[in-house]
């Protein structure tokens, strides 16, 4: 959204210069470092990554540097956050065993949700996991943790083996195989990142559309009535993003807690 | 029943909606996954039976018999679920994986 709202505040692209609408596209998602080191080169999104890391670390530091007994201030939020995540999405998998992975979830909810949350940020305005390439990490972690778990608690045969639930006569075990497979080695993670990334990229889209077309638009006839409307629904696919950035990172952490839940029970 | 039992009831109705959150959110992109590698696990084998014969119809039609296969498959392990509210003759819950099958 920067860029092109940048872009056409300082090129005054609008309807009555006769310039095309600039459609909002792939370009929007392309930045150019901020500086380089070598041949590698530090863009925006980098920044915001980092920058999302540092606020889920320095927001769990100032909540539970002195913990007290009956909790007060930020380590009430702190709190709140840890037996959210605990109640709503660890317990509900793993149960209270499953209480040891309550870091690991916290943390990865927490860093996607602000990652995600840059895009309603005003100068940030950019969801860093519309960027596949931060996605893609985040679901190696979980990919390579279920996995582990998976044959460590089930043994690389017993994994394998309890794919396919017991009951299940031979010859379809022979049809199965392929599909159980692919499903689960390539499309379950797949899935996992492609969900989290569709959503932010197609909600940033949305985004950048509407507010482009609200500028483009505008003038004192009856182009404003157009832009108004442009302008309602950049409002509305704000308030339904404030909800995706939640919704996205909450099912990206159940999921992984339901995975990692199949990988340390074995099969009934 | 007294404020303490309230609390309880209100407590266990939040951890099944979130039990039956979980569960829901896993069998749906399982079943989604389920979908695109029967395409893909099939569709792969007729596009490699197609290249060696010359019939590049086994493509498509191994998608279409994967997809069948899928769904086939999806209806024998999810299509249980349907029994109501998950449970047993007895009336005792069903486990989250004796409903889905899952591991």
Known sequence: ?268 | MSEHGDDAVTRARKQAAAQGRAQGLEVGWTVFSYLLAGMAAYGGVGWLIGRAVHIPLLFPVGMLVGMAISLAYIIHRYGRQGSPGGVRGDGSPRDRREITGDR
């Not at chain 1, 913990?67 to 709140?80: A, F, H, I, S, T």
């Not at chain 1, 931060?134 to 394998?160: D, E, T």
């Not at chain 1, 392929?178 to 379950?188: I, M, S, T, Y």
């Open chain 1, 1 to 268: 959204m920067t860029g092109d709202v940048g872009v056409l505040a300082s090129n005054g692209c609008h309807i009555f210069n006769g310039c095309g609408f600039p459609a909002p596209g792939l370009q929007d998602f392309m930045w150019k470092p901020l500086f380089t080191i070598g041949s590698f080169g530090f863009t925006k999104p980098m920044l915001l990554a980092i920058l999302a890391a540092l606020v889920v670390i320095v927001f769990f530091w100032a909540a539970f540097r002195k913990p007290k007994l009956v909790p007060r201030g930020v380590q009430n939020l702190g709190e709140l956050a840890i037996l959210g995540i605990r109640d709503q999405i660890l317990r509900p998998s793993l149960g209270r065993r499953g209480d040891s992975y309550l870091p690991l979830l916290v943390s990865l909810f927490f860093f996607i949700y602000v990652m995600n949350v840059m895009e309603l940020i005003p100068l940030l305005q950019f969801p860093v996991t519309s960027r596949i390439g931060f996605v893609w990490p985040l679901v190696f972690i979980v990919y390579f943790l279920y996995l582990y778990l998976g044959v460590k608690h089930q043994g690389a045969w017993g994994y394998l083996r309890n794919m396919i639930p017991p009951g299940v006569p031979w010859p379809i075990y022979i049809i199965l195989v392929p599909v159980e497979l692919l499903r689960f080695f390539v499309f379950q993670p797949f899935t996992l990142g492609v969900r989290l990334f569709g959503n932010m990229f197609a909600g940033h889209l949305l985004l950048t559309i509407f507010t482009i077309a609200t500028w483009y638009l505008l003038s004192l006839s009856v182009g404003l009535l157009y832009a108004a409307g442009s302008f309602a629904l950049a409002i509305f696919i704000f308030v339904l993003e404030t909800l995706v950035t939640f919704l996205q990172a909450f099912i990206f952490t159940t999921l992984t807690a339901t995975y990692i839940a199949a990988s340390v029970e074995p099969a009934h």
